[in-house]
């Protein structure tokens, strides 16, 4: 066999899971076949657990802020990857024409994109929540903090996921509604960069309780709320489990409107 043949495996899957398998393989390759794996772990070690150890070796900052500062890293740095991500898995197959090849084959709609975001979901969950995380925690050991329960912070490396997650769906989601890098980014974006004082401060004044049904205070600090991921990594009783269910909600309704799209979409 050259190096030029490609092995085709017969699709035996039916309904809306037809083709599912073969387009996962193709999804996991792009990902654990190419550098794009190593590379990103490189990045999310150097601007998480980087930031983390500069963070330490400055004398004026404790072990609490070091990791407070390392989850509002976590909640800026790893979305932006996962809404480019998101974005080029959908828009760089639209305007090459391969969507529309692969589509042609036995392949259903919701499995192509199903197919997209379990692949880059774990291929994220690996390089920017598992690596860096377990690291963070042998950082925190490290440097004293001995009595960190393990349960309690993987539990808040779960929220960093599902932050990620969020913006990985809507990623996906804006790519099947719009034909342009441009719009599509510039809505997450606008989601994502919350944070910013000219943005914050208003919700906070106006409209509070978006802090209920959006993924903001699972990692960051809003006013006097502590981010919830803090709540879980000091075992302390989380004072509402609302945006936790609302952001899994959103993902879930994300992921429904890129399939009702895509199957709309004439290629």
Known sequence: ?????????????????????????????????????????????????????????????????????????????????????????????????????????????????????IANGLGLLTTWVVLPGGIAYLQFRAYGLDQLAISGYAAAMGLVYLNLLFYLTLALTLATLFNGRGPGLGIALLNFMIWLPFLAEPIMKYAPWLLKVMPWNLLLPFSANSPLAGYLILEVPLPTVTPIIATVLWCVLFVAVAIWRISREEF
Not at 17 to 36: F, Q, S
Not at 104 to 110: E, F, H, M
């Open 1 to 117: 066999m050259t190096t030029n043949t490609v092995s085709l495996t017969p699709s035996r899957e039916h309904g809306w899971r037809m083709g599912l398998a073969n387009m996962l393989t193709k999804e996991n390759a792009a990902w654990w076949r190419t550098r794009r794996w190593w590379i990103q772990c490189l990045i999310a070690l150097s601007i998480l657990n980087g930031c983390f150890a500069l963070n330490m070796r400055d004398s004026e900052s404790s072990l609490q802020q070091a990791g407070l500062n390392f989850l509002i890293v976590a909640a800026m740095a790893a979305p932006f990857v996962a809404m480019v991500v998101g974005q080029d898995s959908i828009l760089g197959e639209r305007h090459s024409g391969t969507a529309s090849w692969v589509l042609s084959k036995p392949l259903r709609r919701p499995a192509f994109i199903l197919a997209k975001l």
